[in-house]
């Protein structure tokens, strides 16, 4: 009986030891775990020029502008905001199709000299609200989700009672 | 898959407990296997033919019912490998090393499933097929465990030499759940916050949820068929080298054995 | 009927996805029954090889 419960102190002691060493490993190593930095990080923490890093927020409402260029590429450009800030990006190239305004967007590239940020390549990033079309649209319609804007919180409309989506 | 097939030489008294776990496993697992079937047929029909389309993602929102579910085995089955290999390690009681052995594989299956689905999911809607964000490179870092334990029991001839050594490698491993839980929101990662535990509602319609938890439960109980299946299929294999090396005793010295 | 195969224009990523993952799982079970299946013989067969010599005496 002494020797289990002798293995089962030196286990969860070990175990204390292990999550302790990787708590302080993660921590250290937390701008490198980060996949994309958002327009207020890059403000309190600037990135050094010609350093290729990923940015992210959501494509800000009535910023997007399509054209196509001397060699027939489409090129975008658009804002990165996080509410905070924004940053403008121009990419060249095929954008993913949940591409729009009010989506989680992540370019990769660098900054130019004149401040933009340069693509070289545009993920889209969906957030983690999931309905059917009908009800986006019942919401949109009734005034509680501004279009453009991030869907309203999910307690506001799932509930076991269907709101009335038709 | 009868119960008959249970061991009945209790002279084997270390496998008195196993005998008991074949009689109650070989009785429940044709049901839990039904069950599985069924139960998952329900979720993925119901999913790919009756569940609406989501607002922003279509009908890639289908590829959920596979995905989630087999991302929550993964990390479940994983739970229960360390758990089997905290009593293995403490208690020494042979069944839990059994279990060790036995939800590996399965684990391993359900995480490469996850990853594979992901990665078709990610494609048309992130527009990449991998990413090494926080959430992505932890869960292939499941894998790599997943196989390494598998790698390790294998490596030994004897299962009992291999438990010790894959019981820690599983509990050292065991740091990467919480990892994978909380890379979403620990660190700005590609893949979205989650949609289903979460404090406040969760995020995902009704009409979504139900046939998600639906599939959910129907590869839980192909996880538990699976795993009962391959631990009975372990109980038989010990049996046989226990009987083997029986007979190969009784060979070398046949004066020495009682009448 | 082609508009279900279709899958909005994603068939190319879905019907994959499920494919996958059912094949899979069938794969694994397949391959744990034949596993049962040829332990339960091995163990048959040995115990059909006369009577049975016991190592451990009377445990």
Known sequence: MSRKRRRLWILLLCGLGLGSATALTLTAFEDSLVFFFSPSDLAAKPMPPDRPFRVGGLVEAGSVTRSTNAEGRAETAFRVTDGARSLRVTYTGILP??????????????????????????????????MPPEVADALKRAGHWQPGQPPPPAAQWNTLSRPAAN | MDGNAAPRGSSLHRFANPGRFMRLSGAMLPWLAALAIAVSALGLVWGLAFAPRDWQQGDTVRIMYVHVPAAWMAMGGYLGLAVASFVSLVWRHPL??????????????????????????????????????????????????????????????????????????????????????????????????????????????????????????????????????????????RRARALMLARAAAARLPEAMPA | MSAFLDMGGYAAFVWPAYAVAVGALVALAAISLRQWRAARAEVARLEALGPRRRGGGSA
């Open chain 1, 97 to 130: 199709d949940l591409f729009r305004e009010g989506q989680g967007v992540v370019a990769e590239g660098r900054l130019r000299p004149d401040g933009s940020f340069a693509a070289t390549s545009v993920l889209a990033r969906h957030d983690e609200t999931y």
């Open chain 2, 96 to 237: 839990a090393d059994i279990a060790a052995a036995a939800i590996a594989p399965v684990g391993a299956v359900f995480t490469a499933i996850c990853l594979i689905t992901g990665s078709l999911w990610g494609k048309p809607m992130w527009g990449t097929w991998w990413v090494w964000d926080a959430r992505l490179t932890s869960v292939l870092v499941l894998f790599f465990l997943y196989l390494g334990h598998i790698a390790l029991t294998a490596a030994f001839d004897e299962p009992d030499r291999a438990a010790r050594p894959a019981a820690i490698l599983a509990l050292i491993g065991a740091v990467n759940l919480p990892i994978i839980k909380f890379s979403v929101e620990w660190w700005n990662t590609l893949h979205q916050p989650a949609s289903v535990t979460r404090l406040d509602a969760p995020a995902i319609h009704m009409d979504i949820l139900w046939p998600l938890l639906v599939a959910a439960a129907g590869f839980l109980f192909a996880f538990a068929s699976l795993v009962l299946l391959r631990m009975r299929t372990a109980i038989l294999e």
